[in-house]
């Protein structure tokens, strides 16, 4: 069975309250009928509750961009996996390269949050990508591999169900410039063979590989093209209606 293409859109430390609702609002008129493909937004925290109001008997589902493992207690700023799923999110974004590079996410707190998220039957939209210097260097898969083998650490076939990839080369987020889908799809192929080492077949086959970084209506479809690239995690194009809607139709492109 083919895999649900899935495309995201990661809204960052972007939209008040207000704003979310109405670009959501926006959101489901124009996308609305399309089918063949799943859709999720991660608004900032402030604005899940009333995201998940308006998206109330819609397909299109919420997502946070992080969480805190603990279920609770002394841990000033953070949010659980519980109180996420109180408001409604069925998706976590976790890892993602903005964390790692300013608020010192590691390998091993990526795996922390993961296995947190996974105990509460949240989805996890797990990032992972090198940055320019790493790929200059010829580091890119073993950087990947990295990420993968501490992402992943513990986690077995079943918990692999609820797990999206999502390969975002840092030097690609937010700077217009895109892999080219041949360079992508390189990316991609390997993340699958390594699950497939890790795990079997099976597994590898059955899971979602986004890719992120300066995704726009414009390149999504070539991208989507490749037989190992199964949906976009979209930042700046996703805070537009028109822009993000789209990307989700890009069958129509
Ligand atoms: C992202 O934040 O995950 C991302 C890919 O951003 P952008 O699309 O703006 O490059």
Redesign the pocket.
């Known amino acids: 069975m083919g895999r649900l293409p899935f495309i995201a859109g ?1 809204w ?1 430390m972007n939209k008040t309250v207000r704003e979310a609702v109405d670009l959501v609002r926006e959101l489901k008129a124009a996308i609305s009928g399309v089918k063949g493909v799943e859709v999720a937004v991660a608004p900032p925290f402030t604005a899940l509750y009333a995201v998940h109001e308006e998206l109330e008997g819609s397909p299109i589902c919420l997502a946070a961009q992080n969480l805190f493992w603990e279920e609770k207690g002394a841990f000033t700023g953070e949010v659980s996996p519980v109180m996420l799923k109180e408001v409604g999110c069925l998706y976590i ?1 976790i890892g ?3 964390r790692r590079q300013f608020f010192g996410e590691t390998d091993e707190t990526v795996n922390r949050r993961i296995k947190a998220a996974l105990a509460q039957s949240l989805k996890v939209i797990f ?1 992972i990508g090198e940055t320019l210097k790493e790929r200059e260097e010829g580091k890119t898969f073993s950087v990947m591999e990295r990420q993968m083998e501490g992402g992943l650490k513990g986690l077995g076939d079943q918990e692999m169900r609820n797990i999206v990839i ?1 390969y ?1 080369p840092v030097w ?4 217009g410039k895109t892999a080219t889908p041949e360079q992508a799809e390189e990316a991609h192929r390997f993340i699958r063979g390594k699950l497939e080492r890790i795990y079997s077949r099976e597994v590898s086959e059955g899971i979602r590989i986004q890719y ?4 726009t209506p414009e390149n999504v479809k070539g991208l989507m093209n490749q037989p190992n690239i199964d949906g976009a ?6 805070l537009k209606a028109e822009s993000f809607s789209k990307i989700v139709r890009f069958k129509e492109l």
């Open positions: 990661n960052k974004i993602h390269s903005e990032c999502a975002e690609a987020i937010g700077t992120g970084g300066s995704v995690l979209v930042g700046g194009a996703s």
